[in-house]
């Protein structure tokens, strides 16, 4: 399976924390891009990263991205109770036709 | 700017039956990609379209199931005698350009349950 996977699956913390999820893939790839679904929504695109970038911000997101161990990183920082969703990273797999998802991370943020 | 329609957002067919699922979308886009994700499971890639072609139907079961993009109209995703592993919440999305790299927008999904 070509399937990423993230870790953890599931990660509860309280209002105000960092919440840092993590990404592998096993492909090469053009992009890595994240994101957010809420529960029983669609998905929110958060942030793309570029396979000769190595981090990016985007408000309270940061992403980082290793392509030498095939693996990216997203950071929330100051998390809030609205950020309680599942958030999946998901690779092109060198290809341009298609998103590869991981499995995702359940993100709970206790107020 | 509307986003990408998808319809019904809940769809119940019995064993057996047929299901449609609809795509409209945004507008500007002419490409059209559907994912299929099971429960407590991340999305999976089944087709992706191209006004009137079928560019990469890769991820779509060999069987019952069939995508179709007309020139004028949303695009199909066409499910014949659904079985109860079916029973999925399948996305659609649409970029201006191919691929991923130009940027994708989801839709909301539909929610298929075969009983």
């Known amino acids: 399976s070509q399937q990423g996977e993230e870790d953890p699956q599931a990660l509860s913390i309280q209002e105000g924390e960092n919440a840092t999820m993590n990404c592998s893939y096993k492909t090469s790839i053009n992009n890595l891009q994240w994101y957010r679904q809420n529960s029983g929504r669609g998905l929110v695109h958060l942030i793309l990263i570029r396979s000769n970038e190595r981090e990016k911000h985007s408000g309270r997101l940061r992403v980082t991205l290793d392509t030498s161990k095939k693996s990216s990183s997203l950071l929330i920082t100051a998390s809030r109770a609205a950020d309680t969703a599942s958030y999946f990273c998901?690779?092109?797999?060198?290809?341009?036709?298609?998103?590869?998802f991981g499995t995702g991370t359940l993100l709970a943020v206790q107020p | 700017n509307a986003g990408v329609m998808q319809n019904p957002r809940h769809l119940v067919r019995r064993r057996g039956q047929e299901a449609r699922l609809r795509c409209s979308p945004m507008k500007g886009h002419s490409h059209v990609y559907w994912y299929r994700q099971l429960p407590e499971e991340g999305l999976k890639f089944m087709v992706y379209l191209q006004k009137e072609n079928i560019i990469d139907e890769s991820g779509m079961p060999k069987e019952r199931f069939s995508a179709e993009f007309p020139k004028e109209g949303p695009s199909i995703l066409r499910i014949q005698q659904v079985v109860r592993g079916d029973s999925a919440a399948y996305f659609c999305?649409?970029?201006?350009?191919?691929?991923?790299?130009?940027?994708?927008?989801f839709g909301s999904g539909t929610r298929l349950t075969v009983v």
């Open positions: 999305a649409s970029s201006p350009g191919g691929g991923p790299a130009h940027g994708y927008t």
């Open positions: 998901a690779t092109d797999g060198g290809a341009t036709n298609k998103l590869i």
